[in-house]
C-alpha cells in the first residue's frame, strides 16, 4: 500500500481526490486533510497567509498518523504567490515538519509537463489576472514558456468549487492557442477529475490539471508510477508499474 498525504485548503473540489483514489485502480490511498483557509480570496496578500508555514504544519500530524509515505500542499495559489525560491523554502519547512518528502501543485505541474515532454504551455486561470500572471512567472522560473495566460477573474475558492463540465471545457478552450504543447488549468479548488478525458479530447493536446498533477507528484515522491488512462496523458508515460 502506497498512501499519499494531501493538504488541502478548506472546502470546494476535495472530492476530485477519491474519484482520483477510484480510478488509480491499485494499493494506493489519499488521504486529504483540510487546512484552515483563512480569508477565501485570490489575493496575494491572503495567499500568502493560507500557504504559512503554521497552517501547513498544523495539518501534517494526522497525516503521519494515517501512515502517509509523502505529503502535497494541494494549492497552488498558495504556493506559487510565494515565487521560485520562496515555495521551494515552503515544501522544505512542510518536509521538516511532516518528516515526509513534501512538494507542492506548483512544482508538481513543472515536474508533470517536463514527464509528458512539454515545453510550452498555455494557462487557463480562474484567478485575477495578477495572480495568473504569477503563476507564468513561476512556470518560466521552472523553464516553461508560456504561450498565453486566460484568466477568468475569479476571488474566491468557493464559487470555483460550483464549476461544472460546461464551464471547465469553456477555460480550457480558451485558454488553449496552437503554439501549446499542453493547456494547464492551476486551481485545486476547479472540479477536474472527472472531465481528464473529455478535455483532451476537445483539445487534442494533453491537458494538465492541478488536483491530478498534485496526486501524481504525491506518487512520484513515494517512487510509484501509475497506469491510469481516465487521468490523461500524464498517467499513460512508460515504464508503468501496476499492482
Aim: charged share 20%; with cysteine.
Amino acid at each position: 500500500m502506497t498512501a499519499l498525504g494531501i493538504l488541502y485548503p478548506g472546502h470546494s473540489a476535495e472530492d476530485d481526490y477519491p474519484r482520483i483514489e477510484q480510478l488509480l485502480g491499485s494499493d494506493i490511498r489519499v488521504d486529504v486533510v483540510h487546512t484552515d483557509i483563512g480569508e477565501d480570496a485570490h489575493r496575494v496578500d491572503a495567499l500568502l497567509e493560507m500557504g504559512s508555514a503554521q497552517r501547513l504544519a498544523a495539518g501534517v500530524d494526522d497525516l503521519r498518523l494515517a501512515g502517509a509515505d509523502a505529503v502535497v500542499w494541494a494549492c497552488t495559489s498558495g504556493s506559487f504567490v510565494y515565487g521560485w525560491k520562496g515555495a521551494h523554502q515552503q515544501i522544505r519547512d512542510l518536509a521538516q515538519a511532516a518528516g515526509l518528502p513534501a512538494s507542492s501543485t506548483s512544482f508538481a505541474f513543472v515536474h508533470a509537463a517536463r514527464e509528458i515532454g512539454v515545453r510550452r504551455v498555455a494557462v487557463g486561470a480562474t484567478y485575477p489576472d495578477d495572480v495568473a500572471q504569477l503563476f507564468a512567472d513561476f512556470l518560466r522560473a521552472g523553464g516553461l514558456e508560456v504561450t498565453g495566460v486566460r484568466p477568468s477573474g475569479i476571488i474566491t475558492a468557493a464559487e470555483v468549487g460550483t464549476w461544472g463540465e460546461e464551464e471547465v471545457l469553456t477555460l480550457a478552450r480558451a485558454a488553449d492557442d496552437s503554439g501549446a504543447e499542453a493547456v494547464l488549468l492551476p486551481d485545486t479548488a476547479l472540479h477536474t477529475a472527472a472531465h481528464l478525458s473529455l478535455l483532451e479530447k476537445a483539445l487534442s493536446k494533453p491537458v494538465l490539471t492541478a488536483n491530478q498533477v498534485t496526486v501524481w507528484e504525491g506518487l512520484r515522491l513515494a517512487d510509484r508510477r501509475v497506469n491510469a488512462p481516465g487521468l490523461g496523458t500524464l498517467f499513460v508515460r512508460e515504464p508503468i508499474v501496476q499492482a
